[in-house]
Nanobody
Framework: QVQLAESGGGSVQAGGSLRLSCAAS????????MAWFRQAPEQEREGIAY???????GYASSVKGRFTISKDNTKNTLHLTMNSLKPEDTAMYYC???????????????????WGQGTQVTVST
């Protein structure tokens, strides 16, 4: 079991920055693949960044160059640093952990077993 708890969301003006955190706990929390997803109202959940058990990362084209995923393995905490935020980044942001099927692409929700409750990010013009 892995429990995930996101924090750090909020409201920011376009061009601003936020840093999201996801605290992972549980027996399987260490050295698991993790990712960030987001979901805007009436839209599908979108994978935006992942990090594997040895620190290799990947990003969706919509956030590449603006967002950075990282993990503090000593604290089992995942981070997402978001810069140059745009109104279209407004969404509920979720962290996910534990790859159940490595044949499924990294930024696909079905790849992950555990999910947090989400934290809201709102970017205004």
């Amino acid at each position: 079991q892995v429990q995930l708890a996101e924090s750090g969301g909020g409201s920011v003006q376009a061009g601003g920055s936020l840093r999201l955190s996801c605290a992972a706990s549980g027996e399987e929390a260490r050295r698991v693949c993790m990712a960030w997803f987001r979901q805007a109202p009436e839209q599908e959940r979108e994978g935006i960044a992942y990090i594997d058990s040895v620190g290799i990362t990947g990003y969706a084209s919509s956030v590449k160059g603006r967002f950075t995923i990282s993990k503090d393995n000593t604290k089992n905490t995942l981070h997402l640093t978001m810069n140059s935020l745009k109104p279209e980044d407004t969404a509920m942001y979720y962290c996910a952990a534990y790859c159940v099927d490595r044949q499924i692409p990294w930024l696909t929700p079905a790849r992950y077993k555990y999910w947090g409750q989400g934290t809201q990010v709102t970017v205004s013009t």
